[in-house]
């Protein structure tokens, strides 16, 4: 019996779960009108999602070139998450 930590289905219900929250938070954020709350959003939960992917592609067996673009895109995404937190606390300075 494999274990529930790197179930695959497991880990493909938390990629699900993450666009599900992804498109639930942004519809909420637009209708309140702070629609300029969810590019840092959907950075934060991009960058997670395709880190789950990358533990879902070795749990598969997939090559490491796969997984390393899906690192890549997730330290990316992180990066451009905390440069537009920089911006913001330069604004208010």
Same mark, same amino acid.
């Given at each position: 019996?494999p274990s529930i930590t790197?179930?695959? $289905?497991? !880990?493909?219900?938390? %990629?699900?779960?993450?666009? +599900?929250?992804?498109?639930?938070? /942004?519809?909420? *954020?637009?209708?309140?009108?702070?629609?300029?709350?969810?590019?840092?959003?959907?950075?934060?939960?991009?960058?997670?999602?395709? $880190?789950? !992917?990358?533990?879902? %592609?070795?749990?598969?067996? +997939?090559?490491?070139?796969?997984? /390393?673009?899906? *690192?890549?895109?997730a330290f990316i995404s992180?990066?451009?998450?905390?440069?537009?937190?920089?911006s913001r606390l330069n604004?208010?300075?």
């Amino acid at each position: 019996m494999p274990s529930i930590t790197l179930s695959p $289905l497991l !880990l493909d219900a938390i %990629l699900a779960g993450l666009i +599900v929250e992804l498109i639930i938070a /942004a519809i909420y *954020l637009w209708r309140r009108g702070a629609a300029s709350a969810v590019w840092p959003l959907a950075l934060f939960l991009v960058s997670g999602w395709f $880190l789950f !992917l990358a533990l879902r %592609l070795l749990v598969a067996g +997939v090559s490491h070139g796969p997984v /390393a673009l899906c *690192l890549g895109v997730a330290f990316i995404s992180h990066v451009l998450l905390i440069r537009w937190g920089l911006s913001r606390l330069n604004e208010g300075a």
